[in-house]
Each structure stands twice: as C-alpha cells, then as structure tokens.
C-alpha cells in the first residue's frame, strides 16, 4: 500500500514541476528573446553598417512587407533564400528570421540548424553567434532535449563579462530542474542571486524556483 502512496506523490510532484516549467519556462524563454533580439539586431546594424547600401537595405525591407501576411512556410523559404542571395548583414538578419520562424512553427530541426550555422560563422561578430548559440539552447528546451546538450551550446556564455550570462544561466538552471538534476539547478539559481549583472527580476525567479528545488530534495534527504 505504501507504494501505492508513494506513486501518486511522485506524480504529483512530477505534475507540480511540469507547471513550473509551463508557467517560469515560457518567462525566461519570452524575456531572453526580446532581450537578445534587440541585441542583435544593434550589433548586427554597428558590425555591418560599412558594407550595407541602399539597395540592399531597401530589398530587405520590400521582403518583410511581401511575406508579412504568408504562412510560416513560405516566409522561411523566402528568407532562406534571401540569406542565400544576399552575402551581407541583411542576408544575416534574414538568415536569423528564417530560423525564428522555423521555431515558431515547430519546425525544431530546421530551427537548430540555422541557428547552429550561424553561431559557427567565423565572420560574425561574438555577441550575434552569442545570440545564435542562445536560441538554440532555447530550441532544444522545447525539445526537451538533454540538459547537458543545453548545456554545450550554452557554455561560452558563461565566460565573464558576457552580457548574456544571466539569460543562459536561467535558462539552463531551469533545463537541469526539470531534468531531475536538483543539485544542478540549485548552484545556478545560488548564482543568479549573487550575479550582480543579473535583473531584479531574474533575481526573483530564481529565488522562488530555489524553493522549489529545496523542495524538492528534501524528500530524499529526509529517507537518509
């Protein structure tokens, strides 16, 4: 009978985890797109601005309004094929986009991939393969692939004096927490609180997902 009990609590642990991620998960991942886009996009303009031309830029712009109203796959087929075309940074930005909205529409691998290629390309500036390299990290959360590849695309982020630590480390911390790796995920989330780079609101999370993993290790320390 006791491992009836105890069946049902792990599943409702398991449920009460699963709504954490649903509901913190989706902050962290919403928060670091709107952050490193903004990012990119102004390292992109200041990386590429010497070799852009009217021309190029007026053929980026006329894309977006064309495919603004297109489906999913038709908007990454168009951008793909303009970051092809196109060997300066609006080609980038479509390349980026081409990505995204592989992503938005579950497109997982071809997501990676993109974002895989351009974290790799030497003649980008760090901070734009810094951003490639976090969504794909985001990419392979919805996956729900393993922590430790997370973690791999993940890794250069952490160098000191990355302004995208913060973002990587909630990211990965909540990876490892739903992964069953409570120690893990409690280093990090002990981290992001003594981060002074690290948002207020960051902070916040992190404390009340510290909790959570408190929580959850006491059931085993509690059996030793």
Request: charged share 25%; proline share 3%; net charge negative.
């Amino acid at each position: 009978m006791s491992d009836i009990f105890a069946e049902v609590d792990a599943d409702l642990r398991r449920d009460r985890w699963q709504a954490l991620w649903d509901r913190y998960g989706l902050l962290v991942i919403g928060g670091a797109v709107g952050i490193v886009l903004l990012v990119a996009i102004i390292v992109g303009y200041r990386a590429f601005q010497q070799s852009q031309n009217e021309a190029a830029s007026l053929r980026y712009e006329a894309l977006l309004q064309q495919i603004g109203e297109e489906e999913a796959s038709a908007q990454f087929e168009a951008l793909s094929s303009f970051a092809r075309e196109e060997t300066n940074g609006y080609g980038v930005l479509a390349a980026f986009g081409a990505a995204r909205v592989a992503a938005e529409n579950g497109d997982f691998t071809a997501a990676l991939a993109g974002f895989d290629a351009l974290a790799a390309r030497g003649d980008l500036a760090r901070p734009m393969r810094d951003y490639a390299r976090l969504q794909a990290a985001i990419v392979l959360v919805n996956q729900k692939a393993s922590a430790d590849d997370i973690a791999a695309r993940l890794a250069r982020l952490f160098d000191e004096g990355n302004a995208l630590r913060p973002i990587a480390r909630d990211i990965l911390a909540l990876a490892y927490f739903t992964k069953d790796a409570p120690l893990k995920a409690r280093e990090l989330y002990a981290e992001q609180l003594a981060d002074p780079d690290a948002t207020p609101f960051s902070k916040q999370r992190a404390q009340i997902m510290l909790s959570e993993v408190e929580a959850k290790l006491r059931p085993s320390s509690q059996a030793e």
